[in-house]
């Protein structure tokens, strides 16, 4: 087919494919992460943790990459809900009144006949 001729459109067979889509949220602050989307993001004082919540370890994969140990996932099945999510994060990151970088992740997974076979991330 010539990818200039726009008279046949491809055609995808779905049969047995799902897609998962995973959204994690934190912020990188005095050489630690926190977590805007898990229950470690809430405000607390004592040991392990300041006011910002427990401080996570950045940490590197088997391929040399960089990511946050202990980071949690939410599992998303819409634009809209994705949305909710992020701006649910969004409003721990203002309250926490600090200068820091925040980091918005995107995974997606392919499943064919419940198998993963793929997957993908976007920061």
């Known amino acids: 087919m010539d990818l200039q001729d726009k008279s046949s459109p491809t055609r995808l067979n779905l049969e047995g494919v799902k897609f998962s889509v995973f959204l994690s949220f934190s912020t990188i602050y005095d050489e630690g992460a926190f977590d805007l989307l898990g229950p470690s993001s809430s405000p607390k004082i004592n040991q392990n943790k300041d006011e910002k919540g427990t401080m ?10 960089a990511y946050v140990k202990g980071l949690s996932q939410v599992c998303v099945i819409s634009g809209e809900e994705a ?4 701006l649910h994060g969004q409003k721990r990151l203002h309250a926490l009144s600090c200068s820091s970088h925040s980091i918005f992740t995107i995974k997606l997974a392919r499943h064919v006949n419940n198998v993963t076979s793929s997957k993908a991330k976007i920061n």
């Open 56 to 65: 996570l370890k950045i940490a590197l994969d088997h391929n040399g990459g």
């Open 83 to 86: 949305q909710q999510v992020f």
